[in-house]
Each structure stands twice: as structure tokens, then as C-alpha cells.
């Protein structure tokens, strides 16, 4: 099993990016560097997600978000091994979700429900145009999977895109935009 924290820093560390005085003044926060996908519906979801555990990636380092639906929260049961909560978040309307992305996304205030995923990826190190285009997947059915794992992201992104996860990336922003 890979080590989580293994590289993990902190907001007062002045070596990372988010460290920086610049990141410090508009209030961003060290939440780890997640790599994130969205596949096209849950039996991809399901196989990329099979593959990330042959990887060595514990389930408590995955995260799901997808439209409720009853395939979507047996996904999230069988993979991650607990019910997930259903939230409003707008423009998607009702979305399961489960794991630690969920808490990086709800920020300090805990407003996913009301910022949308789509700005509140920039609290992972995402840009603007990258939560948009995960927000428009999800909202047509996909399902967004991510893994915290700073040290074996690269991993993490291959294995997504060699299992069909759409729009792989690598969030790497924070406290650099």
C-alpha cells in the first residue's frame, strides 16, 4: 500500500505553492493533490476503479461524484465500501458522493451545494475550464472518480486514461493562478 502522506505539506510550509504569501492571501488551503477522471458511465467507472486497486490504491484514498442514480450509489457501496450521502449541488441537481475529495470540495464554508463542482475544483488545483468540463460530464451521466495521492499521481493518471477515464488530469494549480 502506497503512503499517503508521503510528500503531503502544509499551508505554512513556504516550499509549496500553497504555502506561498500569495495562495495564503486569498484563503487557500493545503488539501492534497487529487488526480481526477470522469468515465462515461459506471461499468467503465467500475473496471478504472478495479484497476486502481491492482495499482495498489486504497479505496480511502478514492473519491466517486455522480448523478443519483441507484447504479451510481451501489458503485459507490461496492467500491468504496460505505453508503454514500446525496447532496443538491447546483447546476447537477441530486449527486452521490463519497470520499475525501468531497471534503477538499466543500471548502472551509461547506458550500459545495451552492458554488457547483465546477468552481469548487479550483480548491483542488484545478482551473476554471477544467471543473466546467467535469461539471458538464457528470451532469450527462458520468461518473467522476478521483484519488488523493500525491506521490503516485502520474500512476493514478495513467491508469485513468488507460481505462477510459475522460478528461484525466492532474490537479497541480493551487496557489499558481
Not at 492571501?25 to 486497486?53: H, K, M, N, P, Y
Not at 495499482?55 to 453508503?83: C, N, W
Not at 457528470?138 to 478521483?146: M, N
Amino acid at each position: 500500500m502506497p503512503n499517503q502522506t508521503a510528500g503531503a505539506t502544509t499551508a505554512s510550509d513556504p516550499s509549496t505553492s500553497s504555502g506561498s504569501p500569495r495562495a495564503q492571501s486569498r484563503g487557500e488551503q493545503e488539501v492534497g493533490r487529487f488526480t481526477v477522471a470522469v468515465f462515461q458511465d459506471v461499468s467503465w467507472a467500475e473496471r478504472g476503479i478495479e484497476a486502481l486497486r491492482r495499482q495498489g490504491f486504497p479505496s480511502e484514498s478514492m473519491s466517486i461524484i455522480a448523478k443519483a442514480t441507484p447504479d451510481a450509489s451501489a458503485l459507490v457501496e461496492r467500491s468504496l465500501g460505505s453508503a454514500p450521502a446525496t447532496i443538491e449541488v447546483k447546476p447537477l441537481g441530486a449527486v452521490v458522493v463519497e470520499g475525501p475529495l468531497v471534503a477538499a470540495l466543500q471548502g472551509p464554508a461547506g458550500d459545495l451545494a451552492s458554488v457547483g463542482l465546477a468552481d469548487a475544483m479550483r480548491r483542488v488545483g484545478f482551473q476554471g475550464h477544467d471543473g466546467l468540463i467535469f461539471e458538464t460530464l457528470t451532469g450527462r451521466g458520468g461518473i467522476l472518480v478521483a484519488v488523493k495521492t500525491e506521490p503516485r499521481a502520474a500512476d493514478a493518471l495513467a491508469t485513468f486514461h488507460c481505462y477510459g477515464g475522460g478528461n484525466a488530469a492532474i490537479g497541480a494549480w493551487l496557489g499558481r493562478v
